[in-house]
């Protein structure tokens, strides 16, 4: 039998969902219960209390497949990523009609600027705008600046200007957001922004994204370049851009400057280019 992919894999070792029926041994099989982060962000780790896989943010929807007291075991809908979250991370499902489109941003108690704000939220999350009138939208928090929120459906277009948006957000072992994010995080931002389905490792990434590329092909913006652990952006002929432990922030690098480093410090081998779309 193959080995299934733990992270893609509805299963808590005791609960599986319905659809791993007569595939998995396991004491219960469910169809899950529907619900959303209300945090701005929380780590999605591969077991209770344990090392971050990825991080969720504001308005993931997620199904619920087991819950442990502090530790619940979901799947996000977005990319079948599963992993253990807080439980204090979760709450009721609610339909969100908008995203964050802007690096990051706050929300506010009331409909100004200068009352406080409730709390901050990062580039891609989602939330349920009830009035759409005046300069701040309010939500089902609270307010939010009208320029920093699009209506769902009303995508980015250029994804390497959405990871360009984030320059200088310090790199992050997989971070998701503008406090942190990583290469394979940067790359399934910008990618969702701009309305596209991406997973969340580039692992996945270089299996699933798009189709591969000649090395001989010029180069275009929006092509991926891989390596064995690491993704980057091209940007141009010349430069990429990438979420990466060198300058430990979202930077610019010339191309091939970046290979060599790469290479010279056996950080991972060149698996070569893929483009999507």
């Not at 580039?123 to 307010?143: I, S």
């Not at 992050?172 to 969340?200: H, K, T, Y």
Request: hydrophobic residues 45%.
């Amino acid at each position: 039998m193959t080995a299934r992919d733990r992270r893609l894999t509805p299963f808590s070792g005791r609960i599986a969902h319905a659809s791993l029926r007569g595939q998995v041994e396991a004491l219960v099989f469910t169809e899950g219960e529907p619900a959303r982060i209300i945090q701005p962000v929380t780590d999605l780790c591969a077991a209770p209390d344990g090392a971050r896989d990825r991080q969720l943010l504001f308005g993931a929807d997620v199904l619920i497949i087991e819950r442990r007291m502090a530790w619940t075991f979901v799947r996000a809908a977005a990319d079948g990523y599963c992993g253990w979250v807080a439980s204090a991370a979760l709450g009721r499902p609610e339909a969100a009609t908008h995203w964050v489109v802007a690096p990051a941003t706050h929300i506010y108690r009331e409909a100004s600027i200068k009352r406080g704000e409730v709390m901050g939220l990062s580039l891609g999350a989602r939330l349920t705008v009830f009035d759409d009138e005046g300069p701040l939208m309010e939500t089902d928090l609270g307010f939010v600046p009208r320029q920093h929120l699009r209506a769902l459906g009303d995508w980015a277009q250029d994804p390497v200007a959405v990871a360009e948006s984030l320059l200088g957000t310090p790199y992050l072992w997989g971070g998701n957001s503008r406090e942190g994010i990583d290469c394979s995080g940067l790359v399934q931002i910008a990618f969702s922004a701009c309305g596209r389905a991406c997973p969340g490792d580039s692992d996945q990434q270089w299996q699933g994204l798009g189709a591969p590329l000649a090395e001989d092909v010029p180069l275009e913006r929006g092509d991926l370049m891989f390596w064995k652990g690491h993704v980057a952006l091209i940007c141009d002929a010349e430069t990429l851009i990438h979420a990466n432990g060198h300058t430990m922030s979202v930077a610019y690098e010339p191309i091939a400057e970046a290979r060599a480093r790469i290479s010279a410090a056996g950080e991972g081998a060149y698996l070569g280019l893929r483009r999507w779309g």
